[in-house]
């Protein structure tokens, strides 16, 4: 039986060794990163069209955490970006920016 997303939030809650805990998250965060930067924005088709995290909720992620501009994904924000305002022009969209951020 494979670990599941289960499992890994019953260790992190139950986990006494905070030395665990941290190399389990600077996993995830290895990983959330190679996916953001490397893998989604090399193939700007699939970013644009059907990006890697469902509703780029990585990105908003970052955003809701006050990350500075330059540490977004720069090529997934600019489609973010363009998707909003291409809804407010009543444009057609790929999806709609429902529960959208963006930097004023």
Do not use: W
Request: hydrophobic share 35%.
């Amino acid at each position: 039986m494979p670990l599941e997303p289960k499992h890994y939030l019953k260790f992190l809650e139950n986990e006494a060794e905070a030395k665990n805990k941290s190399e389990l998250l600077d996993l995830l965060d290895k990983r959330i990163n190679l996916l953001c930067f490397d893998e989604c924005e090399r193939d700007r088709i699939v970013c644009t069209l059907t990006p890697l995290c469902s509703r780029r909720f990585l990105l908003r992620l970052r955003i809701k955490n006050n990350l500075m501009i330059d540490d977004l994904p720069q090529f997934c924000y600019s489609v973010h970006k363009g998707v909003v305002e291409r809804y407010f022009r009543n444009k057609t969209v790929v999806y709609r920016p429902y529960d959208a951020y963006l930097y004023l």
